[in-house]
């Protein structure tokens, strides 16, 4: 017995995606992909940064521990460049303190040393700055 088939040419029979669709779907994966990439740029651009911090708090607390080694505790300046990039400043300066008139003079001299890092990233500066208290000869 064969079969009766109505075919109904009203009748649509949706098969896949239409190209409105796909196109539609094609934007949100870029907006999403666009957007990874550029949370990887920043955090990228942040680890480079937090390194090159991390140095220069390095180079900074390598250079005060010269004062009173290699550097005399005096006062004056000293400058430098390292891996032509970084550059520092050591100061050291007569540290006003304000002590009580009673109180004998001190044996040592109090002087403040500050210690700065410079240095560039693209058009910025960075700077990190370093200071303390030591205490040097008598004038």
Not at 16 to 27: I, T
Not at 47 to 75: F, H, P, T, W
Not at 101 to 119: G, K, Q, R
């Amino acid at each position: 017995m064969d079969a009766l088939v109505c075919i109904n040419p009203k009748a649509s029979i949706q098969s896949g995606f239409s190209l409105l669709e796909v196109l539609l779907a094609f934007v949100i994966m870029g907006l999403v992909v666009a957007g990874i990439l550029q949370l990887t740029g920043n955090s990228l651009r942040n680890v480079v940064l937090a390194d090159e911090y991390s140095y220069a708090v390095q180079i900074a607390e390598s250079k005060m521990a010269e004062v009173g080694n290699s550097i005399s505790v005096e006062q004056g300046e000293h400058s430098g460049i390292l891996h032509e990039k970084f550059k520092w400043q050591i100061s050291i300066a007569d540290a006003q303190l304000p002590l009580p008139e009673d109180m004998p003079p001190l044996s040592a001299t109090p002087y403040l040393i500050s210690v700065d890092v410079t240095w560039p990233i693209k058009t910025d500066k960075h700077h990190f700055h370093l200071s303390s208290l030591r205490f040097g000869a008598t004038q």
